[in-house]
C-alpha cells in the first residue's frame, strides 16, 4: 500500500501557484519524497525529490515540514498543461535498493482559465 | 537520446493469445522497471531489472507473465494465455542506480477482446 495520502483533486486558476499537499506521517528517516505527474495518456513524468531540505528546480517547489511528516508541491504559475494527476511517493534512495515506486491514487489537479 | 521508448503504443488482442512488448530505455541508466497502470489507479510494480539481473518480482506477475532483459540494453514483456484482466497500460522505466527519479515511456496500452 501507498504510504501517502493526498486529496483527490483540486483546482487552481491559471497564472497562480497551486499548493499540492501530501501526507506522509510513517516515512523512514532513509526515506525520500518523490512527485511525480502522469498527464493524461502518458507515462508519468518525475518533477522533483527531496529528504528534509526545501527543493526547487525549473518545474517546482518541494516544502517539506521540519518532521517530515507531510509536504506541499508548489507550481509557482501554474498554465493549461500543469492539468494531470500528481503523485507523491515515498521511497528509499540510493544503489543499494531496488528503487520502486509505490503509487497511490494521487491528486487531479485541473488548472482553469 | 530520445528517452524511454515503447513498442507497440496500443495492442488489442484476443483472450489466450501471447503478446510481447519491448521497451528500449536511456541508454547509460542501468536500471529497468516494468510497471501496470488500470483505469483510474496509479500504476502498479511488477518487476526490476539491474542490467541483465531480474532482481525483483511482485507477486502481480503471475506464471503466464516473463521478462527478460538480454545483455542489459532493452527489455521485453511477454504476457501468455492472455486473459480480459490482462487489460491495462504496460509502463517501462529506466533510472540510474542513485534514483534521482526515473524516466517513463508512454507506454503499452493492451486491451484483450
Known amino acids: 500500500d501507498a504510504k501517502t495520502t493526498q486529496p483527490p483533486s483540486m483546482d487552481c486558476a491559471e497564472g497562480r501557484a497551486a499548493n499540492l499537499p501530501c501526507n506522509h506521517s510513517?516515512?523512514?528517516?532513509?526515506?525520500?519524497v518523490y512527485w511525480y505527474r502522469q498527464i493524461h495518456s502518458q507515462g508519468p513524468q518525475y518533477i522533483i525529490h527531496?529528504?528534509?531540505n526545501n527543493e526547487t528546480n525549473e518545474m517546482a517547489s518541494l516544502i517539506i515540514t521540519e518532521d517530515r511528516k507531510s509536504s506541499t508541491l508548489i507550481l509557482p504559475h501554474a498554465t493549461l498543461r500543469d492539468t494531470a494527476v500528481y503523485y507523491c511517493?515515498?521511497?528509499?534512495?540510493?544503489?543499494?535498493?531496488?528503487?520502486?515506486?509505490?503509487f497511490g491514487q494521487g491528486t487531479t489537479l485541473q488548472v482553469k482559465p | 537520446d530520445t528517452g524511454v521508448s515503447q513498442d507497440p503504443r496500443h495492442k488489442i488482442t484476443k483472450r489466450g493469445q501471447n503478446v510481447t512488448f519491448r521497451c528500449d530505455p536511456i541508454?547509460?541508466?542501468?536500471?529497468l522497471y516494468w510497471y501496470r497502470q488500470t483505469l483510474g489507479q496509479g500504476p502498479e510494480f511488477l518487476t526490476y531489472?539491474?542490467?541483465?539481473?531480474?532482481?525483483?518480482k511482485s507477486r502481480l506477475l503471475s506464471d503466464r507473465f516473463s521478462a527478460e532483459r538480454p545483455k542489459g540494453s532493452f527489455s521485453t514483456l511477454e504476457i501468455q494465455r492472455t486473459e480480459q484482466g490482462d487489460s491495462a497500460m504496460y509502463l517501462c522505466?529506466?533510472?540510474?542506480?542513485?534514483?534521482?527519479?526515473?524516466?517513463f515511456g508512454s507506454g503499452t496500452r493492451l486491451t484483450v477482446v
Open positions: 511517493i515515498v521511497s528509499v534512495y540510493g544503489s543499494s535498493n531496488t528503487g520502486k515506486l509505490i
Open positions: 541508454s547509460e541508466h542501468n536500471r
Open positions: 522505466a529506466s533510472s540510474f542506480p542513485a534514483g534521482r527519479g526515473y524516466t
Open positions: 531489472f539491474q542490467n541483465e539481473a531480474q532482481l525483483e
Open positions: 527531496g529528504l528534509k
Open positions: 510513517t516515512i523512514s528517516g532513509n526515506e525520500y
